[in-house]
């Protein structure tokens, strides 16, 4: 545990309000825990060890229980004087108290020190500030045993159990990604716990280890380029040990407590160029054979960017949207918590493992490249990945349609989306509750266009695939750096002609019989390299101002 950070142990005769005295002593972070809670160190270092600005409670995950997670947030929880309308977890009795809104804390804990309500202190401090509309991140348990409660036989047991653990064992087994897809969490994960397992010993870094996974996906897509079935296949093994290498960064992250927001880009973009590279080096390697795959290699790109907008778009959205909700304050003593439970049914195991099937992650995209690539070659997999990825496109877009036709006909309450449309002089979505999709809209018009003016000049090739890819590699870029509420630079922009800029420009050098390399170098050099570094040198500077 973070030594530097305090901690109040609380039994059932502390009160609120000498939480609130240990809050004003010192202006830290505090850590509350039951004097009845037993929990083993890795889990108390989920609140400890990594980097948090808001409070955060320990949960356990648990069917009517007595606190409600939503969002990864604590949306509503119990005490002797207070109920839940729905619960899905259980709090366990540890609750972090971020520095960062103490005032508001203090403030909030002392008016409801001045009801009197009965229960434990811990729990009343938790309803008292998930009331209030305080952020406090709900953050699950698992891994190892755990008790809360006043058997202290039982108690004795839970801590014998714990300390016959191995907690070097214990903390790798948590080091999961949350939401992972099937073929991830059943086949990817198995092997790679044995590189983190590694990386801890020699110790490597997380960046480290994604651009070690990175050099693996570009060789792989050098071996595919080659055409020939021994180096495909040797392409399709190396992309598979590739992505089992890029689980391992987030592992040796949560594992070792070291995140950053580079790591996060550096981990996005790399997992984007080596897949749209990996379909480069299949349409060339089956050009070497005399086959032009190019088209449907550029609209594989395209389908794939597409879905990567929305899908992050609307997951985004729908956060953004039920947050607001969260931050409606409710009186500290009132019956109701303020919470209408949802109307969607709870899914069985096999109908949850076919719904992150049915989404196409990347593991199982990736799985089907390789698999496709060595039974029938580039043909083969040009034909299965589209046909899947319109299966899932149909059931996913279905859902997100759904679920936007019960979202009220207003405006996102943030700039998620204005920060990705490349266009000039506009500062206003054209949809409300849709919003999420125009980015999409915007790159695949941009696309087809220059798409179609590729075909008509027949110039459909090599340079033409790197010029859109550099292109889509802009746009995600700006998705990224939205999603962290983040705009690229004015210069950058300018620079990059906005969507009807590049799109003239393009047009008529094509159209004059100039050069296709011309754009081809300028919008790679702009949008991949001179973009990435603007935002990893940013991102220093803001780390050493810190």
Do not use: C
């Given at each position: 545990m973070n030594s530097a950070i305090r901690s109040l142990i609380v039994n059932e005769d502390t009160s609120l309000a000498q939480i609130v005295d240990e809050l004003n002593q010192r202006s830290g972070d505090l850590l509350l825990l039951d004097s009845r809670t037993v929990l083993a160190e890795p889990h108390i270092e989920l609140l400890t060890d990594y980097p948090r600005k808001a409070s955060a409670a320990l949960v356990a995950v648990q069917k009517n229980g007595d606190t409600l997670s939503r969002q990864n947030r604590v949306a509503s929880a119990s005490s002797a004087s207070h109920k839940v309308t729905i619960g899905n977890r259980d709090f366990v009795g540890a609750l972090f108290l971020s520095r960062f809104n103490r005032i508001e804390i203090i403030e909030t804990l002392n008016k409801a020190a001045g009801y009197g309500a009965k229960g434990h202190a811990l729990d009343l401090a938790l309803v008292a500030l998930v009331r209030a509309a305080i952020r406090v991140d709900a953050v699950d348990i698992w891994g190892a045993p755990y008790s809360r409660n006043d058997d202290a036989k039982q108690r004795a047991e839970i801590k014998k159990e714990i300390d016959n653990l191995n907690i070097e064992r214990v903390r790798l087994s948590m080091v999961n990604r949350a939401n992972d897809g099937f073929f991830s969490v059943f086949f990817l994960r198995k092997f790679s716990k044995i590189l983190t397992w590694v990386a801890v010993r020699i110790g490597a870094t997380p960046n480290q280890v994604t651009l070690l996974s990175f050099a693996i996906g570009l060789y792989s897509a050098y071996s595919f380029s080659k055409g020939e079935f021994v180096t495909t296949l040797i392409g399709a093994l190396l992309l598979q040990l590739s992505i089992i290498v890029d689980c391992v960064d987030g592992e040796l992250a949560r594992y070792t407590r070291k995140f950053s927001s580079l790591g996060a880009w550096l981990d996005a973009v790399?997992?984007?160029?080596?897949?749209?590279?990996?379909?480069?080096?299949?349409?060339?390697?089956?050009?070497?054979?005399?086959?032009?795959?190019?088209?449907?290699?550029?609209?594989?790109?395209?389908?794939?960017?597409?879905?990567?907008?929305?899908?992050?778009?609307?997951?985004?959205?729908?956060?953004?949207?039920?947050?607001?909700?969260?931050?409606?304050?409710?009186?500290?003593?009132?019956?109701?918590?303020?919470?209408?439970?949802s109307e969607r049914l709870s899914k069985g195991r096999l109908r949850y493992w076919l719904g992150k099937i049915i989404q196409f992650p990347i593991g199982e995209r990736w799985l089907v490249i390789s698999a496709t690539a060595v039974m029938g070659g580039a043909t083969f997999t040009f034909t299965a990945m589209p046909i899947l990825a319109l299966i899932s496109a149909i059931v996913v877009y279905r859902g997100q349609i759904i679920r936007t036709g019960k979202m009220e006909r207003t405006r996102l309450p943030s700039n998620l989306i204005i920060n990705q449309l490349d266009l000039l002089g506009i500062k206003k979505t054209l949809f409300t509750r849709s919003s999420w999709i125009e980015p999409s809209i915007w790159v695949a018009i941009e696309s087809f266009i220059l798409i179609s003016i590729f075909q008509s000049q027949g110039l459909m090739g090599a340079n033409t695939f790197l010029l859109l890819f550099a292109i889509l590699f802009h746009h995600y870029d700006s998705l990224y750096r939205a999603l962290q509420n983040e705009k690229k630079p004015i210069w950058l922009q300018v620079a990059g002609l906005y969507l009807g800029g590049r799109v003239l420009v393009i047009g008529i050098l094509l159209i004059l019989g100039l050069a296709e390399a011309i754009p081809t170098w300028y919008f790679t050099l702009l949008f991949v390299f001179i973009a990435s570094g603007q935002w990893v040198l940013s991102h220093k500077q803001n780390k050493v101002s810190e």
């Open positions: 790399t997992d984007r160029v080596k897949e749209y590279l990996v379909f480069f080096g299949l349409a060339y390697g089956a050009a070497r054979e005399g086959k032009d795959l190019w088209l449907p290699a550029i609209l594989m790109m395209l389908i794939q960017t597409f879905r990567h907008l929305t899908d992050y778009n609307f997951a985004q959205s729908v956060k953004i949207r039920n947050e607001e909700l969260l931050k409606v304050p409710v009186e500290f003593m009132a019956e109701f918590d303020g919470i209408i439970p």
